[in-house]
């Protein structure tokens, strides 16, 4: 089946505010801390990648002058 237009599987990226940014990088800290010590280094490179990501896109978003 093909995906219709506007659907979740048409391979674009999901859209996140701040909310959920500072949900998932808790989420991704919290799950890195409960690694235990034989995690592939891969496995543990992508998640800080990700963490810093996040760290990233929260900064340059708080940064951002607000108009309402």
Same mark, same amino acid.
């Given at each position: 089946?093909? !995906?219709?237009?506007g659907?979740r599987s048409?391979?674009?990226p999901?859209?996140?505010n701040?909310v959920?940014k #500072?949900? !998932?990088l808790l989420?991704?800290e !919290?799950a890195?801390a409960a690694?235990?010590?034989k995690?592939?280094?891969g496995? #543990?490179?992508?998640? $800080?990648? #990700?963490?810093r990501?996040?760290?990233? $896109?929260?900064a340059?978003g708080?940064?951002?002058p607000?108009?309402?």
């Amino acid at each position: 089946m093909r !995906a219709m237009d506007g659907q979740r599987s048409d391979n674009k990226p999901l859209k996140r505010n701040d909310v959920e940014k #500072r949900k !998932a990088l808790l989420q991704l800290e !919290a799950a890195l801390a409960a690694l235990g010590p034989k995690p592939t280094p891969g496995l #543990r490179d992508t998640m $800080e990648k #990700r963490i810093r990501e996040l760290k990233a $896109e929260l900064a340059e978003g708080s940064s951002k002058p607000r108009t309402r």
